[in-house]
């Protein structure tokens, strides 16, 4: 019999995968450039396809999440993904590439039906522990693929990246087929009633806290991972790509560490943790300032931050579930579109910024970032207390 234990390791591995194949492309930009012909101000758009196509897939198919059985959604996602990820590995021209990665990204957002697929499926007092091992797979994907990406490009060139990667998701397609139950659903709304929820979530106190929180949280992530290598590139270190990435597992070791937030989220203090870790978020950027002059300094700071992302993200997630357990797919989706402009604020602003006042300026940006989730935080923590009570 598969034990949840097992089952909770397979959603990591699909959301790992899946949100993968958007970030896989950051450090093999200038060989895809290179290989197809594309200019160095045209390599962005390389991302941005793969962003778009995943805003675009929160709003219109993570809905459906709560209306079809999941199982099947999530393998015939996987597979589409997969359809995308080997239109990418055997791409001749740009467009071609974009195209293939913008399908990609659309349907990359299995990561939040089956985030939410996890939350439903598991026992109310356990499902804390199932969103923070199912969310370190997010975690695991972003910040691993970076690494993964490099080290495979190095070897076999970069199409080798997507090629590896469809070969995972069809795997995995073929897994959660055999692994994991039918939804047993009954009681299922229609597409339009999903939206009309979604908008109503807007106007509860809840929801809006806690996206504002991830709003700010992910715009103070992005600040750091998107800029990281501006100063990493420059003097005195002048590291290559390859080095680079491997501060990639500095932030893995952070974020795998707040795997247990899950578990304090389980017993009531999720809005307690947010505070904390909104606070110690805050205060990483004190360290990753001093990039241009210290890398254990960076790394301590890398570290913290991603266990600050990390236990916000799960205990946002936790309380969210929690107060809306019947529709677990279209508040997590809703939600994530918090995360999707904040993570792409925090790219423009600390390149931009960057270009003006330097590193510091970047950490200053980011910082502020994180002090504004925590006022947000201490506005909204009323709201968020009788939820975890009743978790």
């Known amino acids: 019999m598969f034990t949840s234990f097992g089952r909770r390791l397979l959603f990591a591995a699909i959301c790992a995968v899946s949100v993968a194949t958007i970030y896989a492309a950051q450090p093999i930009l200038t060989q895809i450039g290179a290989d197809l012909g594309v200019s160095g101000s045209g390599l962005g758009w390389i991302v941005t396809a793969g962003q778009l196509g995943y805003l675009v897939g929160l709003v219109v198919?993570?809905?459906l999440g709560d209306m079809v059985d999941r199982r099947r959604l999530i393998v015939g996602?996987?597979?589409?993904?997969?359809?995308?990820?080997?239109?990418?590995?055997?791409?001749?021209?740009?467009?071609?590439?974009?195209?293939?990665?913008a399908v990609a990204g659309l349907f990359a957002v299995v990561?939040?039906?089956?985030?939410?697929?996890?939350?439903?499926?598991?026992?109310?007092?356990?499902?804390?522990?199932?969103?923070?091992?199912?969310?370190?797979?997010?975690?695991l994907g972003i910040l691993g693929a970076r690494v993964v990406a490099g080290a495979l490009a190095a070897a076999w060139g970069w199409r080798s990246v997507y090629v590896v990667l469809a070969g995972l998701l069809i795997v995995l397609a073929s897994l959660v087929?055999?692994?994991l139950p039918a939804d047993g659903r009954s009681d299922r709304p229609r597409y339009r009633q999903l939206l009309e929820v979604s908008r109503e979530f807007l106007g509860e106190k809840l929801f809006l806290s806690r996206g504002l929180i991830a709003f700010f949280l992910f715009a103070s992530f992005g600040a750091l991972w998107t800029g990281l290598?501006?100063?990493?590139?420059?003097?005195?270190?002048?590291l290559s790509t390859a080095q680079i990435g491997l501060f990639g597992i500095a932030g893995l070791a952070g974020a795998l560490?707040?795997?247990?937030?899950?578990r304090w989220a389980d017993e009531g203090r999720a809005s307690a943790v947010t505070g904390a870790a909104l606070a110690l978020l805050a205060v990483s950027w004190l360290a990753t300032a001093q990039a241009p002059r210290s890398l254990w300094l960076l790394v301590i700071g890398v570290i913290v931050l991603d266990f600050a992302v990390q236990a916000v993200h799960v205990s946002n997630q936790h309380l969210l579930t929690a107060a809306h357990p019947d529709r677990t797919s279209s508040v997590i989706g809703s939600y994530m579109v918090f995360y999707s402009v904040g993570s792409a604020l925090g790219a423009v602003t600390t390149t931009t910024v960057y270009a003006v006042a330097g590193w510091t300026g970047s950490c200053v940006a980011g910082a502020v970032f994180a002090i504004s989730a925590l006022l947000v935080w201490a506005a909204g923590r009323r709201v968020a207390q009788p939820v975890t009570v009743a978790c």
Not at 229 to 238: C, Q, T, V
Not at 257 to 262: I, K, L, P, Q, S
């Open 61 to 63: 198919l993570v809905p």
């Open 77 to 101: 996602h996987l597979l589409l993904t997969a359809a995308g990820v080997a239109t990418v590995a055997t791409a001749s021209h740009a467009w071609v590439l974009l195209a293939g990665v």
């Open 111 to 139: 990561v939040q039906t089956t985030v939410a697929y996890a939350a439903a499926v598991s026992a109310p007092q356990e499902r804390g522990r199932t969103l923070g091992v199912v969310t370190s797979g997010v975690v």
């Open 177 to 179: 087929v055999t692994l």
């Open 229 to 238: 290598a501006l100063p990493l590139e420059a003097s005195p270190w002048h």
């Open 257 to 262: 560490g707040a795997g247990r937030a899950g």
